[in-house]
C-alpha cells in the first residue's frame, strides 16, 4: 500500500472543493484506493502523511 501512495505523490492530484455555510470555499487534496482483497478503504489528505485505513 505505501509503494501506491508513494507514487501517487509524484503526480498532480485533483483539488476538491466544498461550499461552506458562510459562503466560502473549503479545497482538499487527497488520494485513494481500495484492497479488493481486504475489502478495506485507504485514504491519504493533504495533511496526513500517513494512510489510514477506513473498514
Known amino acids: 500500500m505505501s509503494q501506491f501512495f508513494h507514487i501517487l505523490d509524484g503526480?498532480?492530484?485533483v483539488r476538491g472543493?466544498?461550499?461552506l455555510p458562510n459562503?466560502?470555499?473549503d479545497s482538499t487534496t487527497y488520494s485513494s484506493c481500495m484492497s479488493t482483497h481486504e475489502g478495506l478503504f485507504y485514504y491519504k489528505t493533504q495533511e496526513l502523511h500517513l494512510a489510514e485505513r477506513s473498514e
Open 11 to 13: 503526480v498532480a492530484m
Open 23 to 25: 459562503g466560502g470555499l
Open 17 to 19: 472543493t466544498v461550499a
